[in-house]
């Protein structure tokens, strides 16, 4: 019985690894920018898991706000 419940806990701590693996810098930072920008939680999301291009994209099309800080 033991053994039962030792696995079980061993896959739980392998899923939560496997996310965490899986939602990496870009996946934050553009959920962050979406935010910050459209004040969604369903647009953040979805611009987190565009990741990298909402990053990219945002920084082509809002690049007058980056401006004043160089």
């Keep these: 019985m033991d053994h039962v419940k ?3 806990c061993d896959h739980s701590l392998e899923d939560i690894g496997m996310i965490g693996r899986m939602i990496g810098l870009g996946n ?4 962050i920018i979406s935010w910050v920008t459209w004040h969604s939680i369903p647009w953040a999301i979805v611009h987190g898991l565009c990741s990298y291009f909402y990053i990219l994209y945002w920084a082509l099309t809002q690049s007058h706000l980056i401006a004043p800080l160089r």
Aim: aromatic share 0%; proline share 0%; no cysteine.
């Design 28 to 31: 934050i930072l553009a959920a």
């Design 6 to 8: 030792d696995d079980v």
